[in-house]
């Protein structure tokens, strides 16, 4: 294998292996690199105008070197063969049965990617862990390729975490923080680790290359999604304390931000955290420090997950209570699904436990989000005991405007920061709503002085109004 003509397979065509290696494709033309995923319909969407992931930036980034250097396929095992690298991008969620269900992470698709590799490899490869793992997982890989691949074929596997955040991938992986590569100490460990970091310093300053073992590495990204997750529950719990003193939980952010060894960012008090990462890694922690006999330190990171849970059940009691207690057939306008802006996905998103609970509270639910399908909606709100399709179609709609979706409407709930709901007519929504006209703010985003002179009863989290 040269520089020039390096070849590499991503497997798992998903939030990460898509955006990470089309990035790779685009900084590094020599390069070419193959995404396969077993879901077909995700490859032909990938080789579509219609891709099947919304990121800002990323169709400029694909349509780039789609078909240059950069190919989609479901042809696996072909991928496989003629790769150098091997990046693992399948997906990790947490278990749902059996022992750690709840809090383990699940890594049958990360074995069964290993076991791919091993049964179909004809030549030594170079296998990089991307997805997130727990600390160790590279020595089951390890054992796992070893035992099954042919006389005279090497493997070395590298821990390559991402940190890329959904919403702002492409920014992200242009100008990483730093990219880290975790590998065995050994000789062969070292050479296959400066083979990725060639690729990366293709447009990644060598200084933000970090190097380090393989645990450390696989660690560390578990690490740093408990920190930044645990930021968010710490800004949140200083929310409830506001809310009951009168103190606004933005000045507080701002004041504590400017202390540079705080800093300001991940201090936004919200709805709670979302997203497919943060409260899986943190279970997933609480698993390991678990296992590790120490109880400790699983239950302080479990904390992190608890006020979560707790501040969206804050919310939820504040909304029933300003609005009389009841929310029988009350009109909800929900503004905003996704988990986050600039983002279609909706894992874990405040917004499915908020609708589930309005579901059970028996109000007609009327939601727009600008970029999440409709199905994808249908498919988080539909539940065993929740709400059956019958019954979630006649307690949701889904509007595609938001002002038809607040008409008639007795109260608006802000779930997303999407910046058009900040440009929005507030005069011509609340002129078309129930009154009193209620706004709850889940994002401390909206001009709350502009909405009362409108006429609005407004709620905020973190702030009396
Ligand atoms: N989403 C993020 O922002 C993010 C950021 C950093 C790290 N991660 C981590 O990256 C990993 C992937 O996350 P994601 O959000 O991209 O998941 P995803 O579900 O969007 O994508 C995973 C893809 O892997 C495919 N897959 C599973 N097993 C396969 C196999 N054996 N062969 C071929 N394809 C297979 C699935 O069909 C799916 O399309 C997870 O471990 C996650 O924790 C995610
Ligand atoms: O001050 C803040 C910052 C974020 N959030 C919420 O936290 C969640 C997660 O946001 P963010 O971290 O921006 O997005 P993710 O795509 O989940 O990215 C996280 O999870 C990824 C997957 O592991 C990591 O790679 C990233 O580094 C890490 O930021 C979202 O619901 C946000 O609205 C807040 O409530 N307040």
Redesign the pocket.
């Known amino acids: 294998m040269t520089k020039e003509n390096l070849k590499i397979c991503c497997i798992g065509a998903g939030y990460v292996g898509g955006p990470t290696c089309a990035v790779i494709a685009y900084k590094c033309p020599t390069v070419t690199v193959t995404i396969v995923d077993l879901n077909e319909d995700r490859i032909a969407a990938w080789n579509s105008d219609n891709l099947p992931i919304y990121e800002p930036g990323l169709d400029d980034v694909v349509f780039a070197c789609r078909g240059r250097n950069l190919f989609f396929s479901s042809e696996v095992d072909q991928a496989i063969q003629e790769a150098d690298l091997i990046f693992v991008s399948v997906n990790t969620p947490t278990k749902k049965s059996g022992i750690g269900a709840g809090f383990a992470a699940d890594l049958a698709y990360v074995e069964s990617a290993t076991r791919r590799i091993a049964q179909v490899a004809t030549s030594s490869k170079i296998v990089i862990e991307k997805s ?1 793992v727990p600390c160790r997982t590279a020595e089951s890989m390890r054992a796992i390729l070893e035992a099954n691949s042919r006389d005279g074929i090497r493997f070395d596997i590298l821990s390559n975490p ?5 919403g702002t991938a492409i920014p992200d992986l242009m100008y990483p923080d730093r990219v880290l590569i975790g590998s065995l100490q050994t000789p062969e460990g070292i050479k296959a680790q400066n083979v990725l970091a060639d690729v990366y310093a293709n447009w990644v300053p060598k200084e933000k290359i970090i190097t380090m073992g393989l645990w450390s590495s696989e660690l560390s990204k578990l690490a ?2 408990a920190l ?1 997750a645990q930021r ?1 529950s710490s800004i949140n719990a200083l929310s409830a304390i506001c809310e009951a003193t009168g103190a606004d939980v933005d000045e507080v952010a701002y004041a504590c931000g400017l202390d540079s060894r705080i800093g300001p960012k ?3 008090a ?1 709805v709670g ?3 497919s ?2 409260q899986k ?1 943190i279970l997933n922690l609480v698993y390991l420090s678990e296992s590790l006999h120490l109880p400790e330190v699983a239950e302080y990171w479990k904390q992190v997950v608890t006020m979560n849970e707790y501040q969206k059940s804050r919310f939820l009691e504040r909304i029933v209570k300003r609005l009389f207690n009841t929310l029988t057939n009350k009109n909800l306008a929900v503004f905003g699904f996704a ?2 802006k600039n983002t279609g996905d909706t894992r874990e998103s405040a917004a499915i436990t908020l609708v589930k609970h309005f579901i059970q509270e028996k109000a007609n639910i009327h939601i727009y989000d600008p970029k999440v399908e409709d199905a994808q909606i249908e498919m988080d709100l539909c539940e065993p005991g929740i709400a059956t399709p019958e019954q979630y179609k006649k307690s949701v709609t889904i509007f595609h405007d938001p002002y038809e979706a607040a008409k008639n409407a007795d109260a608006i709930v802000v779930l997303t920061e999407w910046d058009e709901f900040k440009t929005l007519d507030y005069q011509r929504v609340y002129n078309n709503m129930h009154k009193p006209a209620f706004i709850f703010d889940g994002r401390l985003f909206l001009d709350t002085k502009k909405l009362q002179n409108i006429g609005f009863q407004v709620e905020v989290i973190g702030r009396q109004v």
């Open positions: 997130t991402e940190f890329l955040a959904e740093a999604n930044l968010i991940f201090l936004k919200s955290f979302g997203g990462c943060f890694d988990f986050k």
